[in-house]
């Protein structure tokens, strides 16, 4: 007969109250799940999403492509304007180039999306980098300026490659939306930590070597990356011939979103050349990248903080609130601008000023996931990301018009109005009830709703 194990047995005792059953048996979860031992710590957000096979490789391939698009613009400024002696010419370049890949960017994202990711990314990025080699060698050899235009033009077909690994997290995440916001808030300090080196090394090649520096190693760095990332097959979501949606533009609801990204872009363009001018009236301005650093840090920062909590309420319902945080906290630079003129402590609002930005994309981010119809993911991130872009270019703009016309430190007010733009927006279209307004018809509410 079996003798019984001794990690199994109760323990009778009699007190002189009453009889106390004591199970010394190993505890499990509270949850039910087998396998937890007391003392055992569980794993934290993070490391439970990279546990996921293949998620590790292809996000370091993701991550080697996406340093170049803080790369790109400002080794292209450097290079045109170092050889060419034309800020103008080099700020209408890089322009074109933004309105180029506004055009082309969702027509691209849509083929990934009907295709697949590796027999559209991979094809895309190839006339992207020799785009970008024929910038360098038109710049190098003095060609007519009107073939700067047209290559800059041709690198709008670089893929979306951060839309692309967030459509695998969706898919290897289907239904667990905890899970899916922590790898949202990781895509996101991603975006931020990409954007903060990206333009500091640019800088640094094309300064320490020669002025095409920064964009060859941008076109290298950009089609590794996609090799790399198209390589893992593994975690590429299906594709899905015949998506039953349609557009994601003309979804009830996405438009009101997109009207949110172009309004929050705002702020980044506008942001970036009021510091930029700024420093510069202060007689700083090489000091200026490593003060929108900070700004990008607190971003990154608290993108990873966001991702590891598991925040109250449905991304709808926090939407309204990030961006009033965000419309607060940006006007600090605006008040350190204007009652202190000190570049210091500038530094310091704008690193707390970022703070908002992350939590307030990852829930824009996760509201475009929500309400794109299925089998076009790659699109409707790709049209928030070109939301975000055309933005960002009349942001520049504004916050360029306010500095020559009234002042820097006026400048900082650009920023502060778009925020509240996009507060108004989202207050006007998403606050009215629990529910989204414009709920889509053809994609009932499941699993998959944030959280």
């Known amino acids: 007969m079996p003798q019984p194990n001794p990690r199994d047995a109760v323990l009778l005792t009699v007190t002189s109250d009453t009889l106390v059953a004591a199970d010394l048996g190993p ?8 396998g937890s031992r007391p003392g055992s710590r569980e794993k934290g957000p993070y490391r439970r999403l990279f546990a996921l096979p ?39 370049v890089t322009a074109t180039g933004l309105a180029a890949t506004a055009v082309v960017a969702p027509w691209t994202a849509r083929l990934v999306d009907r295709y697949g990711q590796a027999r559209v990314a991979l094809p895309a990025t190839v006339f992207a980098v020799l785009g970008s080699l024929a910038l ?40 667990d939306a905890e899970a899916l916001h922590t790898a949202n808030s990781f895509e996101q300090a991603a975006d931020e930590l990409c954007f903060m080196l990206g333009p500091v090394l640019a800088a640094f090649l094309c300064g320490a070597f020669f002025p095409e520096a920064g964009t060859l190693v941008g076109a290298v760095l950009l089609l590794a990356g996609v090799l790399l990332f198209t390589a893992q097959r593994s975690t590429e979501p299906p594709v899905a011939r015949r998506a039953p949606g349609g557009a994601p533009f003309r979804v009830p609801g996405m438009r009101p979103l997109l009207a949110v990204c172009l309004a929050t872009g705002a702020v980044f363009g506008s ?55 965000m419309t607060a906290l940006m006007t600090l630079p605006l008040l350190a601008a204007g009652l202190t003129g000190s ?3 500038l530094a310091g609002t704008l690193l707390l000023a970022g703070m ?16 794109t119809p299925e089998g076009r993911l790659n699109e409707g991130m790709t049209l ?29 007010g650009v920023p ?36």
Request: overall charge positive.
């Open 27 to 34: 505890r499990g979860r509270a949850d039910g799940r087998e």
């Open 54 to 92: 293949g998620t590790r490789a292809f996000t370091a391939g993701n991550l080697i492509a996406r340093l170049p698009m803080g790369m790109f613009s400002v080794s292209a400024v450097v290079m045109i304007a170092g050889t060419r002696d034309s800020y103008a010419l080099a700020g209408a």
């Open 136 to 175: 360098l060698l038109c710049v190098r050899h003095d060609a007519p300026d009107w073939t700067l235009f047209a290559s800059y033009a041709a690198t709008a077909t670089t893929p979306n490659t951060g839309g692309m690994s967030r459509a695998r997290w969706a898919h290897l995440l289907k239904g």
């Open 271 to 325: 942001l970036e050349v009021v510091t930029l001018a700024f420093a510069d009236d202060r007689g700083h301005r090489s000091a200026a990248g490593a003060v929108l650093a900070l700004q990008a840090a607190g971003s990154c920062a608290a993108g990873l903080l966001y991702g590891a909590i598991r925040p109250a309420g449905s991304a709808r319902a926090r939407l309204p609130w990030c961006l009033a945080a």
């Open 343 to 345: 570049l210091p402590v």
């Open 356 to 371: 908002a930005t992350a939590p307030t994309m990852v829930t824009t981010m996760t509201l475009v996931q929500r309400y």
């Open 384 to 412: 928030a990301v070109t939301g975000l872009l055309g933005g960002i270019a009349c942001g520049s703009a504004a916050g360029g018009w306010t500095v020559e016309h009234v002042s820097a430190t006026a400048g900082y």
């Open 416 to 451: 502060v109005a778009a925020a509240a733009t996009a507060l108004i927006v989202s207050a006007a279209l998403f606050g009215r009830s629990n529910r989204f307004p414009f709920e889509p018809s053809n994609r009932p509410a499941d699993s998959r709703a944030p959280h």
